[in-house]
């Protein structure tokens, strides 16, 4: 039987165009080799790739009333995501992203955060998570009203019902976004920021440092994403680096 997971947190649409080397200007355009349309963000990139390598996922977040919306759960249910609790929510988009890929693989963004900043406590299927073998919470410090205690409560209740927690980031871009992801902590078996993610938080000199203080602070693992650099993974069993593929 494959696993069940819940991808809870950030949904969004990626409108992404390579390769883009320079913006026109005016009414100046330019020919590209690829335009594609995907779901993405820290649950939603995270639902499909999970259900693509055989996981039972329930994607649970924030979408608008809109096109957007109807293209990003029809898109998960081609994936086999179940898309019950994706919680439509008046008054607002569904969360956006355009990205001109750089051919260096840059992405540079242009964001709309939409209906993630609305995900509440009360969006949470309690029954649902706790009926699950793991639950990823995708975006700390980026989940608008769910973010800091709620998101804890989200996690602690979830490990509490012997499911396996994990986390990651969206980047740091709000200055409390520390005292926000440290409730969660201690209730997150594997957290999984990037290097500028962790050095950020954490104002630490280097990953290792970076992941050691995250540690101190509660999660069982940390692994540092670094790019073309692997990872680095710190647990009770030391620290050790994994390279890149």
Known sequence: MS???ACLGVYIVDVLGRPVEELPRGQDSRLLDEIRITVAGTAGGTAV???RLGADVVAVGAT???NLADFLVGVLEQESVSTAHLARKPGVQ???TILPIHPNGDRPAWHVPGANATLEIEDVPWDELAACDALHMGGLAALGALDGEPAARVLRVAR???VLTTADCLGVKRDDAMDVITPCLPYVDVFMPNEQEATALTEERDAAAAARHLRNL???CVIVKRGEHGCLVVDDDG???LPAF
Do not use: H, Y
Request: aromatic share 0%; proline share 0%.
């Open 3 to 5: 696993a069940r997971v």
């Open 49 to 51: 790739d999970l259900a």
């Open 64 to 66: 608008g009333e809109d």
């Open 94 to 96: 569904t969360s956006a």
């Open 160 to 162: 509490e019902s012997g």
């Open 218 to 220: 509660g999660a069982s």
């Open 239 to 241: 620290e050790r680096e």
